[in-house]
């Protein structure tokens, strides 16, 4: 049976630590959703894979395209597209549509919305109420970069409470989870404890609900990463000693 954010919540409940990862395309998301991932994110982050240098520039339709490979290889993970810079925080109705373009298109069952400031919390009420599953997504967040950099929030204690008070405002909101980014492991657990919905950090410390990390980091794509990413094998590596092996061996005629 697919996952649902229903289980999600129940896992929270029960202290079964959610498993989340982002996917750009079909091949890495099957084998993801195989291996035994909870909740696959079509992120926003996929900016690294297009070259681009923040995730500023990602439009709804590269998401859609995306988000369109990933749903046709996912069984049993829950699928989560974020919405992209500027396809949402215009107005409620320009965020219903993007996010009903999604649910209608790619087969994800939920969106993520980024901020959790007051018009933010309205907005996502709204999709919460016409029936769109929402996460949510508070601390660092990355389409906010040229005001907030990519350093850890949440470190005085004013900006501490204000992500704290988002957290609760995101819940009533009724987003049924909710990313915390690169803040401190106190604050995280804080707001972990509080709140029924779970919690997926990164860059947020061991008592979030759950985990999530951008897969070319943890698959050691790219050439930089977060300090608190965690790469599990070195695949610029793996690529490039195959690609070289190639090269060598047409040169040299041993292949075919
Ligand atoms: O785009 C993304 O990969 C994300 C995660 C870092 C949560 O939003
Ligand atoms: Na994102």
Redesign the pocket.
Known sequence: MAITAQQLIQWKQQGRAIVAL?AWDYAIAQLMDAAGVDLI?V????AVVLGYKT?LPVTLEEMLHHAKAVGRAVKQALVVV?LPFLSYQESISQAMHSAGLVLKETGAQAV?LEGGYPAMVETIARLVQAGIPVMG?VGLT?QSVHQLGLKQQGKTEDSAERIFNEAMALEQAGVFSI?L?HIPADLAMEISKKLTIPT?G?GAGVHCDGQ?L?TSDVLGLTEKHPPFAKVYTNMREAITKAVKDYISEVRDRRFP
Do not use: A, F, Q
């Not at 992120?43 to 996929?46: E, N």
């Open positions: 982002t994110l992120g926003d982050s996929m995730t974020d993520k997504h990355p990313v980014e997926i990164i999530v951008v």
